[in-house]
């Protein structure tokens, strides 16, 4: 059974950080790129990074750049973030999801709340 | 690339149809010939899922009702008869140029 399944998630003051994981299952995790995307309380997806499957490229939304890092280890099935410098309007819930089925598949996602 | 959706909500008599719009600001026609916009439905409580990948695939386990058209920078997608489990939220990405970018999303409602 293919599955995305998100962690790390909770509650930080702004200017703290946190790393987000996804553990991939059911699928060959180190011939897919991974996306992380965002869903700010009550509105609509943002698309936040992106991974090749072996780490070579990495990509980010320009509002994230300097501060989320986007990793993984292929011989663990895992995709990160690693989110410094948090901000208020970091605060969502963050979704991992697979490129190589065009984005087919999606984690159930991860809470981040950055108080103020 | 700005995404824009028309309607963003939509309130549908079961079993009628319906359809939603979607604009690029810039041609999604790659230069291998595929068309990289894609339709995904968040049902509430849910994560989104993908229902239709360049411009007009059904994915997999993606009901008939569903389908989708267009070419360069307009692009719809359309539910021939409308059912419950088709609430929720519809966005439109596009995926060729990073860093992609949805729509606002088309909330659709059943009357």
């Known amino acids: 059974q293919v599955q995305l399944v998100e962690s790390g998630g909770g509650v930080v003051q702004s200017g703290e950080s946190l790393r987000l994981s996804c553990t991939a299952s059911g699928f060959t995790f180190s011939t897919s790129g991974m996306h992380w995307v965002r869903q700010a309380p009550g509105k609509g997806l943002e698309w936040v990074a992106f991974?090749?499957?072996?780490?070579?490229?990495?990509y980010y939304v320009d509002s994230v750049k300097g501060r989320f890092t986007i990793s993984r280890d292929n011989s663990e099935d895992t995709l990160y973030l690693q989110m410094d410098s948090l901000r208020t309007d970091d605060t969502a819930v963050y979704y991992c999801?697979?490129?190589?089925?065009?984005?087919?598949?999606w984690g159930l996602g991860t809470l981040v709340i950055v108080s103020s | 690339i700005v995404m824009t959706q028309t309607p963003l909500s939509l309130s549908v008599t079961p079993g009628q149809p319906a359809s939603i719009s979607c604009k690029s600001s810039q041609s999604l026609l790659h230069n291998s010939g595929k068309t990289f916009l894609y339709w995904f439905l968040q049902k509430p409580g849910q994560s989104p899922q993908l229902l239709i990948h360049e411009v007009s695939s059904r994915f997999s386990g993606v009901p008939n009702r569903f389908s989708g058209s267009g070419s360069g920078t307009d692009f719809t997608l359309k539910m021939s008869r409308v059912e419950a489990e088709d609430v929720g939220v519809y966005y439109c990405m596009q995926g060729i140029q990073l860093p992609y970018t949805f729509g606002q999303g088309t909330k659709l409602e059943i009357k």
């Open positions: 991974i090749r499957n072996d780490g070579s490229d990495k």
């Open positions: 999801a697979r490129e190589s089925n065009d984005m087919g598949t």
